[in-house]
């Protein structure tokens, strides 16, 4: 048995160690916000926090999750993700929409430790996040918006 602390809530999963992290979310858990992209933690769409940090769940096997705290999209509420989500829909950065859930979560993460960072941070931030639909200069233009929202309160 494997313990996880997901949105808060515990969890015991009767599941392989290796099994990645996004399977047991999605497949044991019924948490389908997390998206499979590329399976190899390349593209960024299974991004979901373990203890505060933006991770790839596709590749993290779930032992190396066990007894740490993990948040989805399904249960951030933050300041900080309530500004991203608002901004998101006000400049209408979504297309497709297939990778906003770990855009979301890479940007929600940046905005919790930088309340205002540059053009340059907010692409480091979120050069692990590919958009097949090119929104990129719209979710650099939201994550600003929200900083600004914010104003400090993260």
Partial sequence: MISLT???????????????LLWA?????????TKLGCGMALC????VHMNGSPIRACSLPISAAA????????????????????????????????CQSGQIMSATALLQTNKKPTDA???????????RCATYH?????????????GGKV
């Fill in 138 to 150: 719209r979710v650099r233009g939201a994550i600003h918006q929200a900083a600004e929202k914010l």
């Fill in 44 to 47: 960024g769409a299974c991004t």
């Fill in 6 to 20: 997901i949105n808060g809530k515990a969890h015991e999963l009767d599941i392989d160690p290796d099994t990645p």
């Fill in 121 to 131: 941070e907010i692409d480091e931030a979120m050069s692990g996040n590919l958009c």
């Fill in 25 to 33: 979310l999605r497949d044991e858990l019924n948490m389908t916000g």
């Fill in 67 to 98: 007894g740490a705290k993990i948040e989805t999209i399904e249960g951030i509420n933050s300041p900080a993700f309530q500004a991203v989500q608002q901004a998101w829909r006000e400049l209408d950065v979504v297309q497709c929409g297939y």
